[in-house]
Antibody
Framework: EVQLVESGGGLVQPGGSLRLSCAAS????????MTWVRQAPGKGLEWVAD????????YYVDSVKGRFTISRDDAKNSLYLQMDSLRAEDSAVYYC???????????????WGQGALVTVSS | AIRMTQSPSSFSASTGDRVTITCRAS??????LGWYQQKPGKAPKLLIY???TLQSGVPSRFSGSGSGTDFTLTISSLQSEDFATYYC?????????FGGGTKVEIK
């Protein structure tokens, strides 16, 4: 059974840092792209970043470029999101998801974690 | 960034109704579109990818169509468990973007 479990969320002051982790199990982690999606309270979904199988490619939404870093450790079956210079508008539930590339083109976020709440406030 | 616009943003329907949700992209995305369902307090669930391919385990009452800039998600006969918020997502180009969501409520 595929499982994704996020951890590391919490309350942080504006300008502070936080690192989210996502522990994966039930599939060959090293074979998949992985992604982070966030959802501010009462708002819609926003894609944040993703990373290729070998970590050679990473992509970010403009609003987090230069502040957030996505990384992975295939030996530990873990995905990370280092969040620096946090702002109030970064407050959200952060989901990690497995990103499957079907037929080399069609991306699908087919398994999701339960989410980790990040609150940026003084 | 490609902007995804869903309509309506919310509506009420009854069990058994046929419902259609529309998603429009600000530029052509060929068929690189997916649909997700989210219930309150839960993670999103993938319904459809590649515009019309049903994810494994998703009931056949869900279907998707469209190409280019205009897409639809149809539920042929609404069931009680389908009351939720639905999101479209494009993956034609980065940044990947979601629509604003369509909330389907019980009439």
């Amino acid at each position: 059974e595929v499982q994704l479990v996020e951890s590391g969320g919490g309350l942080v002051q504006p300008g502070g840092s936080l690192r989210l982790s996502c522990a994966a199990s039930g599939f060959t982690f090293s074979s998949y792209w992985m992604t982070w999606v966030r959802q501010a309270p009462g708002k819609g979904l926003e894609w944040v970043a993703d990373i290729k199988q070998d970590g050679s490619e990473t992509y970010y939404v403009d609003s987090v470029k230069g502040r957030f870093t996505i990384s992975r450790d295939d030996a530990k079956n873990s995905l990370y999101l280092q969040m620096d210079s946090l702002r109030a508008e970064d407050s959200a539930v952060y989901y990690c998801a497995r990103e499957d590339l079907v037929w080399g083109s069609y991306r699908k976020f087919d398994y999701w974690g339960q989410g980790a709440l990040v609150t940026v406030s003084s | 960034a490609i902007r995804m616009t869903q309509s309506p943003s919310s509506f009420s329907a009854s069990t058994g109704d046929r419902v259609t949700i529309t998603c429009r992209a600000s530029q052509g995305i060929t068929s690189f579109l997916g649909w997700y369902q989210q219930k309150p307090g839960k993670a999103p669930k993938l319904l459809i990818y590649g515009t019309s391919t049903l994810q494994s385990g998703v009931p056949s009452r869900f279907s998707g169509s469209g190409s280019g800039t205009d897409f639809t998600l149809t539920i042929s006969s609404l069931q009680s468990e389908d009351f939720a918020t639905y999101y479209c997502q494009q993956y034609y180009s980065y940044p990947l973007t979601f629509g604003g969501g369509t909330k389907v409520e019980i009439k």
